[in-house]
Protein backbone atom coordinates (compact mmCIF):
# COMPACT_ATOMS: atom_id res chain seq x y z
CA UNK A 1 0.00 0.00 0.00
CA UNK A 2 1.32 3.48 -0.64
CA UNK A 3 -0.08 7.09 1.07
CA UNK A 4 2.41 9.57 -0.01
CA UNK A 5 1.66 12.99 -0.96
CA UNK A 6 4.02 15.36 -2.34
CA UNK A 7 2.84 19.11 -2.98
CA UNK A 8 4.66 22.45 -4.40
CA UNK A 9 2.90 25.46 -3.28
CA UNK A 10 2.97 28.60 -1.41
CA UNK A 11 2.36 29.25 2.36
CA UNK A 12 -1.02 30.49 3.21
CA UNK A 13 0.70 31.50 7.06
CA UNK A 14 3.63 31.30 9.29
CA UNK A 15 3.52 27.97 10.69
CA UNK A 16 2.11 28.08 13.74
CA UNK A 17 4.19 26.32 16.27
CA UNK A 18 3.52 24.69 20.18
CA UNK A 19 5.45 22.52 22.35
CA UNK A 20 3.95 19.81 23.49
CA UNK A 21 3.85 18.16 27.72
CA UNK A 22 7.10 16.08 26.60
CA UNK A 23 8.76 19.06 24.48
CA UNK A 24 8.06 17.79 21.76
CA UNK A 25 7.45 20.60 18.77
CA UNK A 26 4.55 20.50 16.21
CA UNK A 27 3.83 23.03 13.27
CA UNK A 28 0.62 23.87 11.47
CA UNK A 29 0.39 25.77 8.14
CA UNK A 30 -1.07 25.77 4.92
CA UNK A 31 0.35 25.33 1.19
CA UNK A 32 -2.13 26.65 -1.74
CA UNK A 33 -1.52 24.72 -5.37
CA UNK A 34 -2.91 26.41 -8.32
CA UNK A 35 -4.23 24.63 -11.25
CA UNK A 36 -5.72 26.06 -13.97
CA UNK A 37 -8.02 25.27 -16.41
CA UNK A 38 -10.03 25.87 -19.55
CA UNK A 39 -13.88 26.96 -18.83
CA UNK A 40 -16.13 24.33 -21.11
CA UNK A 41 -18.86 26.75 -21.53
CA UNK A 42 -16.56 30.66 -21.96
CA UNK A 43 -13.59 29.29 -23.07
CA UNK A 44 -11.99 31.05 -20.57
CA UNK A 45 -9.17 29.69 -18.35
CA UNK A 46 -9.75 29.64 -14.46
CA UNK A 47 -7.70 29.45 -11.48
CA UNK A 48 -8.21 26.86 -8.96
CA UNK A 49 -6.26 26.96 -5.57
CA UNK A 50 -6.61 24.16 -3.56
CA UNK A 51 -5.22 24.83 0.18
CA UNK A 52 -3.68 21.67 1.89
CA UNK A 53 -3.27 21.41 6.41
CA UNK A 54 0.35 20.79 6.91
CA UNK A 55 1.58 19.36 10.37
CA UNK A 56 4.93 18.75 10.91
CA UNK A 57 6.96 17.50 13.98
CA UNK A 58 9.57 17.98 16.24
CA UNK A 59 12.88 18.71 13.91
CA UNK A 60 10.72 19.52 11.31
CA UNK A 61 8.45 21.86 13.20
CA UNK A 62 11.52 23.80 14.61
CA UNK A 63 12.64 24.42 11.05
CA UNK A 64 9.92 25.16 9.57
CA UNK A 65 9.40 28.42 12.02
CA UNK A 66 12.68 29.37 11.84
CA UNK A 67 12.60 29.20 7.38
CA UNK A 68 8.48 29.29 6.64
CA UNK A 69 6.94 32.73 6.45
CA UNK A 70 3.82 33.05 4.91
CA UNK A 71 4.37 32.79 0.66
CA UNK A 72 7.05 30.82 0.53
CA UNK A 73 7.53 28.42 -2.37
CA UNK A 74 8.07 25.09 -0.51
CA UNK A 75 8.08 21.22 -1.36
CA UNK A 76 6.38 19.25 1.24
CA UNK A 77 6.51 15.54 0.69
CA UNK A 78 4.29 13.49 3.62
CA UNK A 79 1.45 10.94 4.11
CA UNK A 80 -2.11 11.79 4.18
CA UNK A 81 -4.06 11.77 7.49
CA UNK A 82 -7.67 11.92 8.51
CA UNK A 83 -8.81 12.31 12.19
CA UNK A 84 -12.01 13.38 14.22
CA UNK A 85 -12.05 15.26 16.60
CA UNK A 86 -14.80 17.38 18.97
CA UNK A 87 -14.80 21.09 18.80
CA UNK A 88 -16.11 23.36 21.47
CA UNK A 89 -19.74 23.16 20.55
CA UNK A 90 -19.56 19.32 21.01
CA UNK A 91 -19.82 18.90 16.91
CA UNK A 92 -17.86 15.90 16.06
CA UNK A 93 -15.65 17.70 12.91
CA UNK A 94 -12.87 15.80 10.91
CA UNK A 95 -9.91 16.90 9.26
CA UNK A 96 -7.96 15.98 6.23
CA UNK A 97 -4.36 17.24 6.87
CA UNK A 98 -0.63 16.23 5.20
CA UNK A 99 1.74 14.75 8.07
CA UNK A 100 5.02 16.11 6.85
CA UNK A 101 8.05 13.48 6.53
CA UNK A 102 10.45 16.00 3.41
CA UNK A 103 10.31 19.83 3.60
CA UNK A 104 11.84 21.84 1.24
CA UNK A 105 11.86 25.76 0.74
CA UNK A 106 12.26 26.43 -3.18
CA UNK A 107 14.07 29.86 -4.24
CA UNK A 108 12.59 31.30 -6.58
CA UNK A 109 15.52 30.56 -9.40
CA UNK A 110 16.49 34.51 -10.20
CA UNK A 111 17.36 34.93 -6.97
CA UNK A 112 19.81 32.13 -6.59
CA UNK A 113 20.77 29.53 -4.02
CA UNK A 114 19.31 26.38 -3.87
CA UNK A 115 16.76 26.19 -0.74
CA UNK A 116 17.07 25.14 2.70
CA UNK A 117 17.34 21.37 3.10
CA UNK A 118 15.38 19.76 6.02
CA UNK A 119 17.44 16.58 5.76
CA UNK A 120 15.01 14.07 7.97
CA UNK A 121 13.64 10.73 7.60
CA UNK A 122 11.09 8.39 9.10
CA UNK A 123 12.05 5.79 11.50
CA UNK A 124 13.60 2.41 9.41
CA UNK A 125 14.34 4.35 6.13
CA UNK A 126 17.69 5.42 4.92
CA UNK A 127 18.46 9.21 5.81
CA UNK A 128 18.18 11.51 3.29
CA UNK A 129 21.52 13.44 2.33
CA UNK A 130 22.16 16.44 0.78
CA UNK A 131 24.68 18.37 -0.95
CA UNK A 132 26.57 21.04 1.02
CA UNK A 133 28.31 22.96 -1.71
CA UNK A 134 25.81 24.01 -4.77
CA UNK A 135 26.59 27.18 -7.09
CA UNK A 136 24.37 29.99 -6.58
CA UNK A 137 22.57 29.58 -9.26
CA UNK A 138 21.52 25.80 -9.49
CA UNK A 139 18.41 24.52 -8.44
CA UNK A 140 19.36 21.38 -6.18
CA UNK A 141 17.04 18.31 -7.59
CA UNK A 142 14.01 16.90 -5.61
CA UNK A 143 14.58 13.79 -3.59
CA UNK A 144 14.83 10.45 -4.89
CA UNK A 145 11.64 8.23 -4.67
CA UNK A 146 11.40 5.56 -2.14
CA UNK A 147 11.99 2.57 -4.43
CA UNK A 148 14.28 4.94 -6.86
CA UNK A 149 16.96 1.84 -7.63
CA UNK A 150 20.11 1.90 -6.22
CA UNK A 151 23.40 2.87 -8.34
CA UNK A 152 24.64 -1.07 -7.40
CA UNK A 153 21.74 -2.19 -8.79
CA UNK A 154 21.24 -0.51 -11.73
CA UNK A 155 25.37 -1.12 -12.77
CA UNK A 156 24.42 -5.02 -12.30
CA UNK A 157 21.42 -4.92 -14.89
CA UNK A 158 23.81 -3.02 -17.17
CA UNK A 159 26.79 -5.72 -16.56
CA UNK A 160 24.33 -8.25 -17.12
CA UNK A 161 22.93 -6.51 -20.63
CA UNK A 162 26.07 -6.12 -21.73
CA UNK A 163 26.96 -9.70 -21.04
CA UNK A 164 24.19 -11.11 -22.99
CA UNK A 165 22.71 -12.23 -19.41
CA UNK A 166 19.65 -9.84 -19.47
CA UNK A 167 17.55 -9.69 -16.07
CA UNK A 168 14.50 -9.40 -18.30
CA UNK A 169 15.13 -12.52 -19.83
CA UNK A 170 16.03 -12.30 -23.47
CA UNK A 171 15.70 -8.28 -24.19
CA UNK A 172 19.17 -6.86 -24.45
CA UNK A 173 17.91 -3.20 -23.21
Excluded at 23 to 40: H, I, L, M, R
Excluded at 60 to 73: D, S, V
Excluded at 164 to 172: E, F, H, N
Aim: hydrophobic content about 35%.
Amino acid sequence: MVNRVILIGNLGRDPEVRRLENGAAVAKFSVATNENYQDKTTGEWQKQTEWHEIVAWRQRAEQAEKIFKKGTLVYVEGKLTHRKYTDANNIERYRTEVVANYMRKIKDPGMGGDGNYFPTHEPGSAPATTTATATANSAAPAPPPANAPTATAEKTAADAASNGDSPDGDLPF
